[in-house]
């Protein structure tokens, strides 16, 4: 009996070192989700990032639950979503934008070469509302209500297979 | 044939370079704040938050754009008049525990500050009770 317990620490050692290992091979979550979900979005109003469309209010998140885009013009998976905003668009989303660090004229460029699925896009050049709503990068997506509560976060491009979810959530939000 | 797959290796190279934005740091990323006594406290507070963007780096060590937004944030809140603890509150509001380094007591983080007190506990019964047996045997023998 005694001898046995002799054997408690290696096993214990062995049982960590297994873990570790284990832990080594299990993908790592590199997102950071935002804690703002069900809480109301924070008050704000940006300037117009290009002179195209108005800028973006915490005010203009009413009537109905629309989606909060928070993008830039140097981001790359940005390119690779905005065909689904626009299928988004095309069901009658509305798609208000906000550019981060950006600069009117490669935001106008952008929506010249990859098309402009929004009705309103506000610039925050020092990521100011972006770190308000806890978003920890570009692209994120959220879903707001009518009230202006904050109700879903998408992070990262937006696929086809997220199409649905988003009208899904939009839905609920309603 | 190889020049052409050089080039395209070399482009690839290229693309975290042009996931960057071209815009200026903001007011007080790179800008210390002009009372020592202030900036002491943002340094602080700075050393102690996670930079979201390179989760491994602290703020006040990364210089990633938006560690550089997140030190503007922290400076200038600081400025008016905000307290290291209440800026430190904002950011678990919106990313969680996470964004702090500084280790806090709560519903899952409470066995990591209260397993050491009880393997203490233990070791020191366990000593106790050892020196006890010792010295009662000791006794005999006398």
Redesign the interface.
């Known amino acids: 009996m005694r001898s046995l317990w002799l054997w408690v620490p290696l096993a214990l050692f062995a049982f960590f070192a297994g873990l570790a290992g284990f832990m080594l091979t299990q993908d790592k979550d590199q997102f950071v989700a935002s804690t703002m979900i069900g809480q109301p979005l924070p008050a704000f109003a940006l300037q117009p990032a290009y002179e195209g469309l108005p800028g973006a209010a915490k005010s203009d998140f009413s009537g109905k639950p629309k989606l909060l885009n928070i993008w830039a013009s140097w981001c790359l998976p940005c390119i690779a979503e905005a065909p689904q905003l626009e299928a988004l668009q095309a069901q009658g989303v509305e798609i208000i934008g906000i550019a981060i660090r950006d600069r009117p004229a490669d935001v106008a460029g952008f929506l010249a070469r990859h098309g402009n699925p929004y009705t309103r896009i506000g610039s925050d050049p020092i990521s100011e509302v972006q770190l308000a709503i806890g978003s920890s990068g570009v692209p994120e997506t959220f879903v707001i209500d009518a009230a202006g509560t904050i109700r879903y976060q998408h992070i990262g491009d937006i696929r086809e297979s997220d199409v649905p979810v988003l009208l899904a959530e939009l839905e609920k939000a309603r | 044939m190889i020049r052409a797959a050089v080039a395209a290796l070399l482009a690839l190279l290229a693309?975290p370079l042009?996931?960057?934005?071209?815009?200026p740091p903001?007011?007080y990323a790179y800008t210390q704040l002009d009372d020592p006594r202030l900036e002491a406290q943002a340094s602080a507070l700075m050393h102690t938050l996670r930079c979201?963007?390179c989760?491994s780096q602290s703020i006040a060590d990364s210089d990633a754009?938006?560690a550089g937004?997140?030190r503007?944030?922290v400076r200038a809140r600081i400025l008016a008049g905000e307290s290291p603890d209440q800026i430190r509150r904002w950011?678990?509001?919106?990313?969680?525990d996470?964004?702090s380094y500084e280790p806090a007591v709560s519903a899952t983080t409470w066995p990591l500050f209260a397993v050491p007190v009880l393997v203490i506990l233990l070791a020191l019964g366990i000593l106790l009770r050892r020196l006890g047996k010792r010295r009662a045997g000791a006794g005999d023998a006398a």
Not at chain 2, 91 to 96: D, F, N, P, T, V
């Open positions: 693309l042009t996931a960057q934005d071209s815009m903001a007011p979201i963007k989760q754009p938006m937004d997140m503007h944030q950011l678990i509001a919106r990313y969680g996470y964004v």
